[in-house]
């Protein structure tokens, strides 16, 4: 259960890179939160169920799975818990079934502990973000088009390969690549 000396919101950071997670964490409880930190989904649950946390930063992608599962259950269990997803590999796709799921924000890598503060604690989106100066690049709706057919088909590469017509470790190999800026 949780330490009742210790005040300091509950705040679960799942990440499976543990070198970015223990800093993100650092600089997280220098900000006066208590971090949980887990590596993979499994212990991400399992943190979840023990220490309720108020707030969390989940990454999209652990290890070979997707955090959108974990956003789904985290906001069934508790819809006041408030987290965002944050990823290296952001699509329109993403973002948007995120949102849908539960998540407060979506935040790209990089973010400071700063931004991952101030969308934790933002109740409503900004009717001022600017607009794209350019329509995106070919490269860029590709990454789009492919993560929105991953996610239709609920993360299965098999099944989106074939829904795209392609090879599947063509789109394995699509997939681990970063994704092209705008």
Known sequence: MTDAADDRARLLL???DPSFCDTLARALERRDYQVF???D????WQIAREMEPEYGVIDLRIGEESG??????LAERDPEMRFIVLTGYA??????EAIKLGATHYLTKPANADQIVNA???ATGDPDVPLAGQPLSVR?????HIQAVLQEHDGNISAAARALNMHRRTLQRKLQKRPVRK
Not at 41 to 44: D, H, L
Not at 140 to 144: A, G, S
């Open 37 to 39: 930190k887990a590596l």
């Open 14 to 16: 799942v990440d499976d």
């Open 91 to 96: 699509s329109v796709a993403t973002a948007v």
């Open 68 to 73: 959108l599962p974990l956003v789904a259950k």
């Open 41 to 44: 989904v499994e212990s991400a």
């Open 120 to 122: 934790l604690h933002r």
């Open 140 to 144: 860029r709706l590709e990454w789009e």
